[in-house]
């Protein structure tokens, strides 16, 4: 594997479900991001891990809860979501500061809640 | 506030040179990126802009002017597979992450 990849590309969900997003990089970088990608709107910050330690949190509503065990792996558990939340969610990772305006994405997870 | 704007479509044919345009307002500027993606890809770092000035990468270059909170992508001998979203990104901080505008759609036609 190389990149960035995310598991799984395409997920359903109702309002109730648990469920977790996964993004791995094998890219040796220690920053990793992720983002929301709805129509018409731009890329969504929501959260930042540097050298596995959230740097930042954008606001996001705590049914959004992200893990970083290491620096190769990034999860976002979701639980009660809204039909709102449906988007494409991108793991993004870069090699951190002075590097950190060439991220490097994986292909997203398109998230659906009905 | 935040902002960032930039065109919400271009349309260009085979050949021809397009400039995508983007101005940014923020809190902090650290510098300009650039990203491309293609209908259903991920997007793809194109080029940075710390300082003033042109940055070339092959057909693709890119301006900043920081002065002006203004910069642009320059994309020259167009081809059928530059059609993709444009997002222009503003660095606030050494550091930290970006902040995007809403992107611009390059449509290329022959």
């Known amino acids: 594997e190389t990149g960035v990849t995310q598991t799984p590309r395409h997920l359903v969900m109702g309002m109730t479900n648990k469920k977790s997003l996964k993004c791995e990089q094998h890219?040796?970088?220690?920053?990793m991001y992720w983002y929301k990608q709805s129509a018409k709107k731009p890329l969504e910050l929501m959260f930042v891990y540097s050298l596995e330690e959230r740097v930042e949190n954008n606001s996001v509503p705590s049914r959004f809860s992200p893990e970083c065990p290491n620096s190769s792996h990034l999860f976002l558990h979701l639980h009660t979501l809204q039909p709102e939340d449906s988007a494409l969610y991108l793991c993004a990772s870069s090699q951190g500061g002075s590097t950190s305006y060439e991220q490097y994405f994986g292909p997203g997870t398109r998230l659906t809640v009905t | 506030g935040q902002s960032l704007e930039q065109p919400s479509e271009v349309t260009a044919v085979e050949g021809a040179i397009v400039q995508i345009n983007c101005t940014y307002q923020t809190s902090g500027f650290y510098g300009l990126s650039w990203y491309q993606q293609h209908d259903g890809g991920a997007p793809t770092f194109l080029s940075y802009?710390?300082?003033?000035g042109l940055e070339e990468t092959g057909r693709f270059s890119s301006f900043l002017s920081r002065s002006d909170s203004y910069g642009y992508l320059l994309l020259q001998e167009l081809q059928m597979k530059d059609s993709a979203s444009y997002f222009c990104a503003v660095r606030k901080q050494a550091g930290t992450a970006l902040i995007f505008g809403k992107g611009t759609t390059l449509s290329v036609s022959s």
């Open positions: 802009n710390g300082l003033d």
């Open positions: 890219l040796g970088h220690n920053a």
